[in-house]
């Protein structure tokens, strides 16, 4: 079982940056994939990116590439996201989740845990 907890959100100008927090729970964090995921108002649920269990592979979805950095820290239980240079379009909650699956799935249906997520605003 995990449980994870994100922070960090917020209102920022476009261009603007955010970091990320997902503390998780539990001894077995470095065991899982883990990502990042959003969604928008009256729209589904998409995938942002994902880190391995190392945290050395990365994969993120096309729009973000460039723009937004997943890293993790196992000593602390916590993966990020870095989001630079941000955009309107990128306002959305954001969740994180856990597998143990690998790090190019990224449909959230293969996604067991679940965070509350976390609300960016991005105005222009």
């Known amino acids: 079982q995990v449980q994870l907890v994100e922070s960090g959100g917020g209102l920022v100008q476009a261009g603007g940056s955010l970091r990320l927090s997902c503390a998780a729970s539990?001894?077995?964090?470095?065991?899982?994939?883990m990502a990042w995921f959003r969604q928008a108002p009256g729209k589904e649920r998409e995938f942002v990116g994902a880190?391995?269990?190392?945290?050395?592979?990365?994969n993120y979805v096309d729009s973000v590439k460039g723009r937004f950095v997943i890293s993790r820290d196992n000593a602390k239980n916590t993966v990020y996201l870095q989001m630079n240079s941000l955009k309107p379009e990128d306002t959305a909650v954001y969740y994180c989740?856990?597998?143990?699956?690998?790090?190019?799935?990224?449909?959230?249906?293969?996604?067991?845990?679940w965070g509350q997520g976390t609300q960016v605003t991005v105005s222009s």
């Open positions: 989740a856990a597998t143990r699956g690998s790090w190019y799935v990224t449909e959230w249906t293969k996604y067991d845990y």
């Open positions: 880190i391995s269990l190392s945290g050395i592979g990365t």
């Open positions: 539990g001894r077995t964090f470095s065991s899982y994939t």
